[in-house]
RNA sequence: GGGCGGUUAGUUCAGUUGGUUAGAACGCUUGAUUUACAUUCAAGAGGUCAGAGGUUCAAGUCCUCUACCGCCCACCA
């Protein structure tokens, strides 16, 4: 057998031969089963754009495992891979890109700049599927998808005719977050708040002149610094928004204002006439309490401008210069419009003050640029009727959230959704399968291009011939003519879809639905057989993105639900706790540490650090722990590998012939087995991973091949050794994968495992999981190897303590009760030969030892080291009254639990026993302290 | 403004349904070496479990309040 392994583990060239390997094995392709149990996982399908990061690492990990082990546990396991096309962040990662060429993508024109992005896609679109195969991911390759793939691209114009045909899809003007550089509008999951030291600015807005002057009127109000007439003072963040103010607004019972309602106006700097309107939405405790209308450019100025029937004025462009409507300003930018219309104000003494405030200001999600409320015609989704049986569902514990406080966040969210924004005006996604008509459209585009107004009150009057669909064309394919004149004069939509409104059909479209490829039966049969998926594997960021929605989408479009799991993870951060992020300049790449540490490392460290759910806090440092480790697996592997014998298959093991560390080790795995088990079935990876950590390294390494040392030539020795080795490679294979496969296909008839007879094994990865073997459940071999670990362990801190080195040869005698002779006996070999006894006297007797320091190891048993003159007495003294005085506080606190007699009464019988034999014990070792320490002389 | 999470050893974190003497990793101190592994082995030091109150026979664990840190959501201009 081959045994040429280096004393230390290099990852490169073992990760290189198996990623490629399991690349292209077919073994991880899944297919419908008849008779197997199947599990399925989407993968959240990273951007095309992305590039490997820590979060991904630890989010594709997670998968893996539960991928791995499910496999190893005999069910067909699909993990379907792919990518999302990423609409903003790809093209603005093209639009950089041909900047550098000095083109904007307009100089291109659409056809082009689209030409470019699929250029851009195919060049570097699989970089991080490429990196999910360098971190052993074991996807489904074949089955690879691309959210703007042909077949998937049905299924979002399937998808979005449906809700239109419901009538869930609609288009309208509304104020929309609109992002300024990105030039497009965003739903209001993408305009994340971020608080900002702002300023208020506090403008006076002059009155006219009383029409109707009287005293009462003038006594009342206020004259401004000037004297020149009457004034309200607003406060706003935004002044330069003035310039499209339509009204100003007081709520209706603020006595400070009730003479001033209905009052006109005169708007500084553009000189305009607008009213002063009541209504309830005003805070009457903020600010002055009067508030600017500006409709076009609020929300809830927008809604009070419906209501009052106010203007809409737009004072802006798409990019946020200002427009023609705001007069002078017109040709600056939304800031620099800001600083000249507060100094204009300044000169003409209309500002009041400015108060620095702090308020949240919402943001582009993709270039940070804060984002306008900016009022434009864009397409929705009605959430509400959709978020019901995806309400129902998480209630009911249909699909559960793990961990479980996210329930909340979910339901919450939910139970309050918006209508959501779905188009998106740039060119990169899926257009709308939108057209108008341009004939039937003529006649409509007075009415509802011109002015919201004429919408409003054509509306109101019911006078308004033309309904809002007139002219508009939802379809499947390109018509040929319009339906209703027949012209052919037909336009499609120029906006494309949300991003997200692809990806929330991921759970199904990802099987080719609603199939109208070659093979549909094939197809949907799949689908029927992995539909719904699992568990789904996410961070808690895009809960509202994509989770909250792909579950209205599974109701809606699948009649039931994605997925039965939602494990949320924590989010990686750095040593600071900011999130990792590149523009943050402070990620560690997950690439670099495996070129450091290697695959298996990150990803065991990873999951190590990554309590259920909580943040994740990296450093370098941390993944030299799994590199440790690996390296520990790898030589306790070589050391085994030179040592058995040909003929050794770890499947031999003589039971009648098992010495008391055979049986213990065997029985110890078989604990390991299922607790390794529970805890992924629990989603506690760390738990999982310590687990398997803590009996290969110091159960299996530091006790059970040190003993093994001594009796390596021995055969069942080498099959016990095997048989464990075997099982801890597949119990750390989910975690570790490389280096357990590299192993494994080294190890000697590797064939000859439980449930594989003979059959050659490509991969790990395809072998069964462990399970706990009954025949080796062995308690008493535990507790006699727990005495041999408290006596090596007393006599190894004696010999530190006495600076005895290894050599120096013990003289010990171990007396034990009659209940633990048998186990005392057993355990004595064991002893001597792990602690460097040269002596080592088994005896029932329990009288004091002279010169002899005595250790109380369990009950009734102690054990005792013979000095011959080696230690200070002094010292030894002082140590021993340290302890027996530790005893003595141990043991009054328990008299006077037991004293109370409440506790006799409530606490179970089996507690109370338990204290009372702990008083025992605890008197017997401290009469034992006094009279060894009178031994001293 | 609402909600959620955190506060345990020098550091980063575990700690199951309340039940003996609160664990690990890293770091630190001391010691080992003709070795499977120095990416090793052995031993040690180090904790009033953020603070206050309460429930209980019993609290790191349950409840209330406070402080600090972090996150999410929200149309107070």
Known sequence: MSTELPPQYDPKVVEEKWYDLWAKTPLFHARPEPGKKPFSIVIPPPNVTGILHMGHALNNTIQDILIRIRRMQGEEALWMPGTDHAGIATQNVVERKIAKEGFKRHDLGREEFLKRVWQWKEEHGSTIIHQLKRIGATCDWKRERFTMDEGYSKAVVEAFVRLYEKGLIYRGDYIINWCPRCQTALADEEAPHHELDGKLYYIKYPLKKCQVPSVKCQ???????????????????????????????????????????????????????????????????????????????????????????????????????????????????????????????????????????????????????????????????????????????????????????????????????????????????????????????????????????????????GTCKVKLETGVIVSRTKPDKCPVCGSTALEQDPDVLDTWFSSWLWPFATFGWPFEEQKPE?????????????????????????VARMIMAGFEFMGGKPFSDVYIHGTVRDEEGKKMSKSLGNSIDPLEIIGQYGADALRFSLIAIAASGSDIYLSQERFQQGRNFANKIWNASRFILMNVGDGVTGEGIDTRSLKVQDAWILSALNDAVKKITRSINDFKFNEAVNGAYEFFWHKFCDWYVEIAKHSIEDKNTQEVLLHVLKRSLLLLSPFMPFITDEIFSRLPAIGALPGKPGKRIETIAVCGWPQPEKQFENKSAIATMELVFACVFALRNRRAELNLLPQVPLRVRLSAGEKKIKVADAASGLIKALAGASDLEVTAEQGIVPDALSTLIEKDVHLHLFLEGLVDFEKEKARLDKQAADLARQLSSKQSMLANKEFVKKAPAAVVEKEKSRIVELKAAIERFKEVRSAFR
């Open 219 to 461: 006594e009342k109000h206020k004259k401004s610094a000037d004297d020149s007439g009457e004034y309200v003072v607003v406060a706003t963040t935004r002044p330069e928004t003035m310039l499209g103010d339509t009204a100003v607004a007081v709520n209706p019972t603020d006595k400070r204002y009730k003479e001033f309602v209905g009052r006109t106006i005169v708007l500084p700097l553009m000189e305009r006439e607008i009213k002063i309107i009541a209504d309830p939405l005003i805070d009457k405790k903020f600010g002055t309490g009067a508030v600017k209308v500006t409709p076009a450019h609020d929300p809830n100025d927008y809604q009070m401008g419906k209501s009052h029937g106010l203007e809409f004025i737009n004072i802006m462009h798409p990019d946020g210069v200002l427009n023609a409507n705001a007069g002078d300003y017109a040709g600056m930018d939304r800031f620099e419009a800001r600083e000249a219309i507060i100094e204009d104000l300044k000169e003409r003494r209309l500002l009041e003050k400015i108060e620095e405030h702090k308020h949240a200001v919402g943001h582009c999600y993709r270039c940070h640029t804060i984002v306008e409320p900016y009022l434009s015609k864009q397409w929705f989704v009605k959430m509400k009727p959709l978020s019901k049986p995806a309400l129902a569902a998480v209630k009911k514990g249909e699909i559960k959230f793990t961990p479980k406080r996210w329930t909340k966040v979910y339901l919450n969210w939910m139970e309050d959704i918006k209508d959501w924004c779905i188009s998106r005006q740039i060119w990169w996604g899926h257009r709308l399968p939108v057209y108008y008509c341009q004939n039937c459209r003529k006649q409509a585009e007075m009415c509802q291009v011109s002015s919201v107004k004429c919408q409003e009150k054509d509306k109101k009057l």
């Open 522 to 546: 094939e197809k949907k049969r799949e689908l029927d057989y992995f539909y719904p998926t699992d568990v789904l594997v996410t961070a808690p960021e895009i809960i509202f993105f994509w």
